[in-house]
T-cell receptor, first 114, second 112 residues
Framework: GEDVEQSLFLSVREGDSSVINCTYTDSSSTYLYWYKQEPGAGLQLLTYIFSNMDMKQDQRLTVLLNKKDKHLSLRIADTQTGDSAIYFCAEIGNYGGATNKLIFGTGTLLAVQP | ETGVTQTPRHLVMGMTNKKSLKCEQHLGHNAMYWYKQSAKKPLELMFVYSLEERVENNSVPSRFSPECPNSSHLFLHLHTLQPEDSALYLC???????????FGDGTRLSIL
């Protein structure tokens, strides 16, 4: 079945690193995504990683992919108060004949303390 | 500015009303999507259009009726909605189905 799991809440201090974790189900996923949602806004595509990669770095963001364990993580270096938001992990799945369906986790609320 | 614009941002309607949500994308994408986001539930994919043809209807009640007149515009027509339909409705687009999706800011819908 389709299932993307994330922890619900993470609290860090400003300047620290944040690590948000995600586990997924479909081993055939081609892309895995991280989205950010600020209050009252839609989802902003932060970064994505192709399934044949282990790591992708984009400025303060580092994505790690462990395909064996079906584990995806997002590390935010030097976390700022503006990083406070809900972060969604998502995979492209192929479930029950419905191709290219984006499966989202329930989101992790990141709270950054000044 | 994400390149995907949704109107209205907020909508309050009674259960007997008829209204429409509009989505417009300025990214030259060929696929568009409607999602429903309710509190404490994962994002639910409702409809997918690729090259103006509906390719997915995710068991959505018939009181929601999508329309995609061209690759830049997507509508969601609403009629006789229920209180449990109150949610944030998000539109997204991508270059093609399966490519990274770009979201609008959503329409916050409240059913009285």
């Amino acid at each position: 079945g389709e299932d993307v799991e994330q922890s619900l809440f993470l609290s860090v201090r400003e300047g620290d690193s944040s690590v948000i974790n995600c586990t997924y189900t479909d081993s055939s996923s081609t892309y895995l995504y991280w989205y950010k949602q600020e209050p009252g806004a839609g989802l902003q595509l932060l970064t994505y990683i192709f399934s044949n990669m282990d790591m992708k770095q984009d400025q303060r963001l580092t994505v790690l992919l462990n395909k064996k364990d079906k584990h995806l993580s997002l590390r935010i270096a030097d976390t700022q108060t503006g990083d406070s938001a809900i972060y969604f992990c998502a995979e492209i799945g192929n479930y029950g004949g419905a191709t290219n369906k984006l499966i989202f986790g329930t989101g992790t609320l990141l709270a950054v303390q000044p | 500015e994400t390149g995907v614009t949704q109107t209205p941002r907020h909508l309050v309607m009674g259960m007997t009303n008829k209204k429409s949500l509009k989505c417009e994308q300025h990214l030259g994408h060929n696929a568009m999507y409607w999602y429903k986001q309710s509190a404490k539930k994962p994002l639910e994919l409702m409809f997918v259009y690729s090259l103006e043809e509906r390719v997915e209807n995710n068991s959505v009640p018939s009181r929601f009726s999508p329309e995609c007149p061209n690759s830049s515009h997507l509508f969601l027509h609403l009629h006789t909605l229920q209180p449990e339909d109150s949610a944030l409705y998000l539109c997204a687009s991508s270059q093609a189905a399966g490519q990274p999706q770009h979201f609008g800011d959503g329409t916050r819908l409240s059913i009285l």
